[in-house]
Nanobody
Framework: QVHLVESGGGSAQAGGSLRLSCSAS???????MAWFRQAPGKEREGVAAIRAVRGHTLYSESVKGRFTISQDKEDNVVFLQMDSLKPEDTAMYFCAARETPGFVLDPLRIGVYAFWGQGTQITVSS
């Protein structure tokens, strides 16, 4: 069982930056971690993922070039640096983790992940 806790949510103006953190419980065998977001009335979408072993990353087109996912493997923490924020980035952001071994072709799919955080709100004003 992996326990995830997000932090760093809040408000920013368009063009600003925010940084999210996701702390995972220790003594786990996480293979992938990702950030998802869900705006009111919309489906949850994957925005960034990282493969724990090699650090390979993947981004959705909507955030590519503006968001950066990174990890601190020693402390089991994943970060999402969000720059050049836009009002359409406003959403609840969720951290997710996968322990099942094996390569994942599309780590931005919801079904890849068994463990989820409680979410943290990001609001970007114009």
């Amino acid at each position: 069982q992996v326990h995830l806790v997000e932090s760093g949510g809040g408000s920013a103006q368009a063009g600003g930056s925010l940084r999210l953190s996701c702390s995972a419980s220790l003594n786990t065998h996480i293979r992938y971690m990702a950030w998802f977001r869900q705006a009111p009335g919309k489906e949850r979408e994957g925005v960034a993922a990282i493969r724990a072993v090699r650090g390979h990353t993947l981004y959705s087109e909507s955030v590519k070039g503006r968001f950066t996912i990174s990890q601190d493997k020693e402390d089991n923490v994943v970060f999402l640096q969000m720059d050049s924020l836009k009002p359409e980035d406003t959403a609840m952001y969720f951290c997710a983790a996968r322990e099942t071994p094996g390569f994942v072709l599309d780590p931005l799919r919801i079904g890849v992940y068994a463990f989820w955080g409680q979410g943290t709100q990001i609001t970007v004003s114009s």
